[in-house]
């Protein structure tokens, strides 16, 4: 199983573009999450999804949008990219059942703006 | 929603030093998970916590659930230089997803 699979690993965009984070995972998780995280910060919660066709508003949703076509993929779409955005953004997932909740992170990707 | 802190913001110890770690929680938890983020990694789930006054070992690392069940501890005993980077704890929100408290840096001087 290769788990939680981010893609790009790097990427500089310039303000006002925009892109989408890919996000797949093989581990036939339901549940499914973004982050972002700020240099020496913690991490805050973005979107995140329950199951396919089900998204949900994190704590820092403005400026992104998710989707949740199929079980195994989430991409996160920034539009008119700010520099408020440059962040690593890391996609997690996770299986809600009895006994415990473990997420499990992709391994990241960075996105400056300038 | 839930307010979570950790203490201390970094700490830097001597290698085999003893380091300890605080995660205290506004409100009673269902239980608590403790991840570690190496510098530049991902955070990788370590250990997970439910019952009120829990103590869990995983080798050098002791994991502790106050009677409360509103705060948490992490304690490395003779910190290595491979215990380096930053300890995450979390609560589930609801049900649904995780919040993250803002991490503990640990750096540990040869």
């Known amino acids: 199983n290769a788990g939680v699979t981010q893609t790009p690993k790097f990427r500089i965009l310039k303000i006002g573009q925009s892109m989408t984070l890919q996000c797949t995972q093989d581990?036939?998780?339901?549940?499914m999450y973004w982050y972002r995280q700020d240099p020496g910060m913690g991490l805050k919660l973005i979107y995140y999804?329950?199951?396919?066709?089900?998204?949900d508003k994190g704590e820092v949703p403005n400026g992104y949008n998710v989707s949740r076509s199929t079980t195994e993929d989430f991409p996160l779409r920034l539009e008119l990219a700010a520099p408020s955005q440059t962040s690593v953004y890391f996609c997690?997932?996770?299986?809600?059942?009895?006994?415990?909740?473990?997420?499990?992170f992709g391994a990241g990707s960075r996105l400056t703006v300038l | 929603g839930q307010q979570v802190m950790q203490i201390p913001q970094y700490q830097h110890v001597q290698e085999g030093e003893d380091f300890t770690t605080y995660c205290n929680s506004s409100?009673?938890?269902?239980?608590i998970q403790w991840y570690k983020q190496r510098p530049g990694g991902h955070p990788v789930f370590l250990i997970q916590?439910?019952?009120?006054?829990e103590v869990k070992k995983q080798k050098r690392l002791t994991f502790q659930f106050g009677e409360a069940k509103k705060n948490s501890s992490l304690h490395i005993t003779a910190t290595q230089t491979t215990d380096v980077g930053t300890y995450f704890c979390?609560?589930?929100?609801?049900?649904?997803?995780?919040?993250f408290g803002p991490g503990t840096r640990l750096s540990v001087l040869p």
């Open positions: 916590l439910v019952k009120s006054g």
């Open positions: 581990m036939n998780h339901n549940y």
């Open positions: 999804s329950v199951g396919a066709g089900i998204t």
């Open positions: 997690a997932s996770s299986y809600r059942g009895p006994g415990a909740n473990v997420l499990t």
């Open positions: 979390a609560l589930e929100d609801y049900g649904q997803n995780f919040v």
């Open positions: 409100t009673t938890l269902s239980n």
